[in-house]
């Protein structure tokens, strides 16, 4: 394990280490750009006041009042109201995210992955370990980069839900939140499983597109879209096992 921690991260240049920062700046401002327009788009189509209808007002100053508690209760009504088409509205690009998404995480994990895979062999007799003990190895030190990246989704969601958003139970922040980390994870296994078995980028690139593209393409803004992508995660992690045990490098 040591071996190959220290061979996944060793002679880190600095080429890498800016190719990790830029995805996620990538993933960040696709990120905030989606999460902008739509709170916008949100603000507008669930607030009381619209561009066409204008303000809801009195036209006599006689007007019976009532108490603060009822006004505060429109006010919170209508911000859950716009929380929950803000993370609809976000979660309708999720083509963009998808692919964003996908190129983010193969330039974060692709100097740790081509190390790993061309020292795998190598590593077993160092290690003296099963092909799948090395590959788990090596994708436990992906997820460092993973939560890099989580972090970057995660932040512009952060922003959106203290500055315009605050005070509301957040049911659809927290889906939202969830709905892009399953995500990430499964391009993250994706990717990195593909890459191991087959060694060849440009498969693992159109594999975890096309994976992501169908998946995001049919599923909705809810919670079976988190346990689904957690799903195709464990599938996709099962396979790898299975594949290395059984038939690609078992040596």
Known sequence: MKALIKNAFSDYLHVEVLAVILAAIMVAAVTSYIAADSVYKASIIGGSVTPILGAPGHLSGQVQEKPPEYYASKYLAMKEKIANLFGALVWSNSGLLSSVYVVAVMIALFPMMYRTRSSFVPLLFRERAS?????????????????????????????????????????????????????????????????????????????????????????????????????????????????????????
């Open 131 to 251: 092909p799948a003990r090395t590959a788990l190895t090596g994708l436990g030190a992906s997820f460092v980069l993973f939560l890099l990246l989580a972090f970057s989704a995660l932040f512009p969601l952060e922003i959106v839900s203290l500055k315009w958003l605050s005070g509301i139970s957040q049911r659809s922040l927290i889906l939202l939140a969830s709905i892009l980390i399953s995500l990430l994870l499964t391009a993250t296994l994706a990717v990195y499983s593909t890459y191991i078995l087959w060694g060849r980028l440009d498969l693992s690139i159109v594999f975890t597109l096309l994976l992501t593209f169908l998946l995001s393409g049919k599923l909705g803004f809810e919670w079976r879209t988190v346990w689904t992508y957690l799903g195709i995660s464990a599938g996709l992690f099962v396979f790898m096992l299975y594949s290395l045990h059984r038939r690609l490098m078992n040596v």
